[in-house]
């Protein structure tokens, strides 16, 4: 927890930059402040407006130096969920949260912003994602997705138990204070998946691929004028190149491009026929057909790259250096091929803003 000058300090520099930005009265922000410092000296903590909170959450994706798709970041959707009190209650609110967002495939982008961090007060969601596949380390090797194996263990040891298929949704887990986490499952019924199937390649159907239409982080901290908001799980829409060149490719997750390149016939003997680079073609061309053949939104990352170009030039325009963490900016397929690339940027943190947390398992 900051000391109470500390706080006062970031809360000021998040209220000069809110007054500012959306040209309110000075006069306004001079009381604002006013009341902040009664509330921290009071109790060492402030609250923030509705509005506040709202502005905080879109600036705080606008300022995320890891994410290629912040020309949008004030489209997001900003659920103040900040009075509930019970995990049952937490997890209904994550229902709604995964049916808006979902929107029948047409996703909105969204965040549900629950209790600041507090002595007395917090709720952690465990989840990396609110939707995610199982993994099952077993005898005859893995099933469905390395990257959850711990936690698919941490749910069974909780009393969870899944189907052990490759696509098993893994359920909820919400931990308020230091209480017992408790676990929930997410109604199938709301959860979009689209199976992966080819517009050329008619067997590639027959692998029995499919991935979940939205990906929802729910395991990072908002920050937000020195409040931390530490459960507080949004989401946007997937870059084609998420899944096909990494969930569905990596060798350590769901490795499919020896399997895809041996179906296509590829020699995958000798590094130099380039297998891996067609194999990873066709999967991404795959995963974009299949999400625009299902209606749900996605965007190729040459696209992306143009909508990131035209957010940079908007921020300039404002008169707000640009920071980026190069190294996620660039797409993992063909990334000589986008301004990107090219580009210098300062991955330098400016809040607010979203950051990684201690997995509590």
């Known amino acids: 927890m900051l000391s109470t000058i500390e706080l006062y300090n970031e809360a000021k520099k998040f209220i000069e930059m809110y007054y500012t930005e959306l040209g309110l009265c000075p006069n306004e922000m001079t009381l604002r402040m006013n009341t902040i410092k009664e509330e921290i000296n009071s109790n060492g903590n402030y609250f923030h407006t509705k509005h506040e909170l709202e502005y905080g959450a879109k600036v705080a994706w606008r300022n995320s130096n890891k994410c290629i798709g912040r020309l949008f970041w004030n489209s997001l959707h900003v659920f103040d969920e900040r009075d509930i009190e019970t995990e049952e209650e937490l997890f209904q609110s994550l229902v709604n949260h995964v049916s808006f967002a979902t929107n029948n ?32 380390q077993t005898e005859f090797g893995t099933i469905g997705d390395p990257h959850s194996i711990k936690f698919t263990e941490v749910c069974e040891e909780l009393g969870w138990r899944g189907d052990r298929t490759p696509f098993d949704l893994l359920p909820i887990i919400i931990q308020k204070n230091n209480n017992k986490p408790k676990l ?11 199976p992966i199937s080819h517009p050329e390649l008619d067997w590639f159907s ?18 937000i004028g020195g409040i931390q908001y530490t459960a507080a799980p949004f989401n946007g829409w997937y870059m084609g190149t998420e899944i096909g060149a990494r969930n569905l490719a990596d060798s350590n997750r769901y490795n499919l491009l020896p399997t895809v390149a041996e179906r296509m016939g590829l020699n ?17 061309i795959a995963v974009l057909h299949s999400f625009k053949e299902a209606g749900v939104s996605i965007v190729d990352h040459h696209t992306a790259a143009q909508q990131f170009k035209l957010f940079e030039e908007r921020e300039l325009n404002n008169g707000r250096p640009v920071t980026g963490d190069w190294t996620w900016l660039i797409p993992p397929v063909s990334p000589a091929t986008t301004h990107v690339f090219h580009q210098q940027y300062k991955d330098e943190i400016v809040k607010p803003n979203y950051f990684y947390q201690k997995a509590p398992y």
């Open 268 to 284: 995958t003997a000798s590094n130099s026929s380039l297998w891996k680079d067609k194999a990873l073609i066709e999967l991404n």
């Open 184 to 194: 929930f499952q997410i109604p199938n019924d709301i959860v979009l998946e689209v």
């Open 105 to 136: 495939g047409k996703i909105r982008p969204t965040i549900t912003i629950f209790k600041q961090k507090s002595y007395k007060n917090s709720f952690k969601i465990w989840n990396h994602q609110l939707l995610r596949y199982a993994g099952y």
């Open 206 to 223: 027959s692998l029995g691929m499919k991935w979940y239409a939205v990906p929802m982080i729910s395991d990072m901290m908002l920050e």
